[in-house]
């Protein structure tokens, strides 16, 4: 590895690396769907078990983030676990700064995405 994983760093064959390893880890993840009710959304995901050995109740692919909302990953469950951790903070921090408003979905997945976008650029 060269280590150099900024976001303009091109391929030998003129492609985006970044693109290229996010198109392969959305490719390589389970499905997972949302349906949106009157009432609210169903949220389901497929749990892949890679070995017979893992407990199916050890983990769980769909989190609260909130009493409101909730979220899925399709990727790695440690990697899933230290961003929902961060996005369930600053959840909490809004809410406090703003008198228990809840935080916006935008506003939530834009501090997810400022998070992910800072740690593949310090790799």
Do not use: C
């Not at 198109?23 to 959304?41: D, F, V, W, Y």
């Amino acid at each position: 590895m060269s280590g150099n994983f900024g976001l303009t760093t091109f391929a030998t064959d003129g492609k985006l690396e970044q693109v290229s390893n996010a198109l392969t880890a959305a490719n390589n993840g389970e499905t997972s769907i949302g349906i949106k009710t009157k009432e609210g959304i169903i949220l389901a995901s497929e749990k892949y078990l890679n070995s017979i050995l893992v407990d199916e109740s050890s983990f769980q692919k769909i989190q609260n983030i909130s009493k409101f909302m909730g979220s899925t990953y399709a990727g790695l469950g440690p990697d899933f676990k230290v961003l929902l951790k961060k996005i369930r903070k600053d959840f909490q921090e809004y809410k406090l700064q703003f008198m228990d408003d809840l935080m916006p979905v935008h506003s939530l997945s834009g501090s997810a995405a400022n998070l992910m976008q800072a740690i593949f650029i310090l790799k």
